[in-house]
């Protein structure tokens, strides 16, 4: 098994293993995973990493790359071409504390019911979707890599 920690610049000469989680996995700092080639691994990060899709982790014993990619999950996505509104959306599913990925003209949260009938209630379109769920993670959180969503 390979030990999976930060790493924090690129080799472009080493191919990369991948490894593929949906959010909630992401989000732990130690875990026992399985690699997409069926290899297994284990990650210990700092506490309070967040993995987006994209980053780059090592096993400093065999200097193994792996690239973490983004799951597609069942995500409830809100589109609104009034920002207002959108704003008004975002307002209160983070008074709910739950975790958004935002963008120009949509949100998206991970798929509840419930909070698809209170958004239809503020008079937004809410569809299901499958898709890869890459939240803001939070103004007080720091990742400790750089890597950061316009």
Known sequence: MICLTRKTDSDP???ALTLTLPWEKRIR???RVQLDNGQEAGLFLPRGT???GGDLLVDDSTSCVVRILAAPEEVSQVSCHDTLHLARACYHLGNRHVFLQIDRQWVRYLHDHVL???VRGL???VTRELAPFEPEHGAYASEGH????A
């Open 13 to 15: 000469g080493r191919k």
């Open 29 to 31: 700092s130690r875990l």
């Open 50 to 52: 967040v993995l987006r």
């Open 116 to 118: 698809d009938e209170m």
């Open 123 to 125: 008079g937004l379109t």
């Open 146 to 149: 750089g890597h950061h969503h």
